[in-house]
């Protein structure tokens, strides 16, 4: 089974402050008209049952909701650490606008994840391309919450020359994990994003070096 949702998120009032009033406070006003490529997320979302159990059944559940993790919906970037003044600030990016889709594979559940967020320049930006370390948990809610996912994506956005306002999107195409056999255990599933600062830090995952031929001995 295939379920769809979108859900929309408001920037701390904090944020638009340090900008001087620029970002208002709530997404949906900075956020009603979605990019292209969110919007042909919507419009190939369907409730389409095209998932399928061991058994062949086609279970009726709701998607995992998407939530932005409190304190992670804002990321101000100043070029120098050390100064934290409204003048050194670089940019900042926000979080906004979400959606998501699941489809059923057996006992396997593939989510599509669409986050919608916005940059807006400081004194200190310039035109060129930032990259967002933004991160997605699935998490299983409770008494002892326990992470079941977890992945950290770098989101290139380009800011052109002369724009200092620049929306951006990111869709996570393939975020998979067992689905859990007890009956409704899926409700208590919450999948967080949010911005992580110590993703600047980690060094991109290289592909594995294929191992060269081996040689064969000459007859």
Same mark, same amino acid.
């Given at each position: 089974m295939r379920?769809?949702?979108t859900g929309r998120r408001?920037f701390?009032?904090?944020?638009?402050?340090?900008l001087g009033?620029i970002l208002?406070?709530?997404?949906s006003s900075?956020?009603?008209? =979605?990019?292209?490529?969110f %919007?042909?997320?919507? /419009? %190939?979302?369907t409730t389409?049952?095209?998932?399928?159990t061991?058994?062949?059944?086609?279970?009726?559940?709701?998607c &995992?909701?998407v939530?932005i993790r409190?304190?992670t %919906?804002t990321?101000?970037? %100043?070029?120098?650490?050390g100064? $934290?003044s409204?003048?050194?600030?670089?940019?900042q990016?926000?979080?906004?606008?979400t /959606?998501?889709?699941c489809? +059923?594979?057996g006992q396997?559940?593939?989510?599509?994840?669409?986050?919608?967020?916005?940059?807006? +320049?400081g004194p200190?930006g310039?035109?060129?391309q930032i990259?967002?370390p933004i991160r997605?948990?699935?998490v299983?809610e409770?008494p002892e919450p326990?992470?079941?996912?977890t992945? +950290?994506?770098?989101?290139p956005?380009t800011?052109? $020359?002369? $724009?200092?306002?620049v929306?951006?999107?990111?869709i996570e195409? $393939?975020?998979?994990f =067992?689905?859990?056999?007890t009956a409704g255990l899926?409700?208590?599933?919450?999948?967080?994003?949010?911005f992580d600062?110590?993703g600047?830090?980690?060094? &991109?995952?290289k592909?594995p070096?294929r191992a060269?031929?081996?040689?064969?001995? =000459?007859?």
């Amino acid at each position: 089974m295939r379920r769809v949702g979108t859900g929309r998120r408001c920037f701390p009032v904090a944020a638009a402050v340090v900008l001087g009033g620029i970002l208002p406070g709530c997404s949906s006003s900075v956020l009603s008209t =979605p990019a292209s490529n969110f %919007s042909s997320f919507f /419009a %190939s979302a369907t409730t389409a049952a095209t998932g399928t159990t061991a058994a062949g059944t086609a279970p009726d559940f709701e998607c &995992p909701s998407v939530n932005i993790r409190g304190g992670t %919906s804002t990321l101000t970037i %100043s070029a120098n650490p050390g100064d $934290d003044s409204a003048m050194n600030l670089r940019y900042q990016a926000g979080l906004g606008q979400t /959606a998501r889709e699941c489809k +059923l594979n057996g006992q396997t559940l593939t989510m599509r994840v669409g986050i919608q967020g916005r940059i807006i +320049l400081g004194p200190a930006g310039g035109p060129g391309q930032i990259d967002l370390p933004i991160r997605l948990a699935v998490v299983h809610e409770g008494p002892e919450p326990k992470t079941i996912f977890t992945k +950290l994506n770098r989101v290139p956005v380009t800011v052109p $020359d002369g $724009d200092s306002n620049v929306q951006f999107t990111s869709i996570e195409e $393939d975020l998979t994990f =067992p689905m859990p056999r007890t009956a409704g255990l899926i409700d208590e599933y919450v999948v967080y994003i949010g911005f992580d600062p110590q993703g600047f830090r980690e060094p &991109p995952k290289k592909r594995p070096e294929r191992a060269p031929p081996k040689r064969r001995p =000459p007859a």
